[in-house]
């Protein structure tokens, strides 16, 4: 399995937009990139997935270069609310149980 | 739809103890998962059911057991619990399906043992 790489913690305010990167060098051909925010004292949430190019939802971007060995989720003007811990995973589709969530970064938005 | 629900929220065990966190989703989900963290901590796998009637280990299985009793509930036992299993036990579920990954998190168990 891919291992990935973030940031431990990153910092911004209220309004900003934020691009957290997730560096995954030895990424498999049929891997997809997942990504997670978790809140205090909750589960986690899926948040976005992708295999190439740009993936756009209501929530967040996920931009993945050609080479798809890095992946950058982009949060568009973020609020208080925004803060939380935020995990990048890289598996293949269908691996059940085989996803490592790593430590992620914690995104803490200051107003 | 309640989603992914686990009892009890929150519970204090001495060592030697034992314990059984329940999990229960109705989304007809076929995989199911539990996940330990620690604080400052990444998720890990303690266990995974693929399917009813399945159970595989994950990264830390050790002092843990699963029993997938149908497809609607997994549940996790600690025969005698250890201060090291102190820690925020979460319940996940997915279609189980290509293309249908997305993992749904219960609120989690936050878990003492003394």
């Known amino acids: 399995l891919a291992k990935t790489t973030q940031p431990i913690s990153m910092d911004s305010y209220e309004g900003q937009e934020v691009n957290i990167t997730c560096s995954h060098n030895n990424i498999a051909t049929n891997d997809y990139i997942t990504w997670y925010q978790q809140f205090p004292s909750q589960g986690p949430r899926f948040i976005i997935q992708?295999?190439?190019t740009k993936v756009t939802n209501e929530v967040a971007s996920l931009f993945i270069p050609a080479d798809r060995k890095s992946s950058t989720l982009s949060l568009p003007r973020v609020s208080l609310s925004d803060t939380a811990v935020y995990y990048c995973l890289v598996g293949p589709r269908g691996s059940q149980g085989n996803l490592i969530f790593g430590k992620g970064t914690k995104l803490s938005v200051k107003p | 739809n309640a989603g992914v629900t686990q009892t009890p929220k929150f519970q204090v065990l001495k060592t030697g103890q034992s314990m059984t966190l329940q999990c229960a989703q109705d989304m007809n989900h076929n995989s199911m998962y539990w996940y330990r963290q620690d604080p400052g901590m990444g998720l890990r796998l303690i266990y995974y059911?693929?399917?009813?009637?399945?159970?595989d280990k994950g990264e830390v299985p050790n002092g843990y057991n699963v029993s997938r009793l149908n497809k609607r509930e997994f549940s996790l036992r600690l025969e005698s619990a250890a201060p090291s299993q102190t820690s925020v036990y979460f319940c996940a579920s997915t279609r189980g399906q290509a293309g249908e990954e997305t993992q749904y998190f219960g609120p989690g168990t936050r878990l003492l043992v003394l």
């Open positions: 992708g295999y190439k």
């Open positions: 059911s693929a399917s009813e009637g399945t159970t």
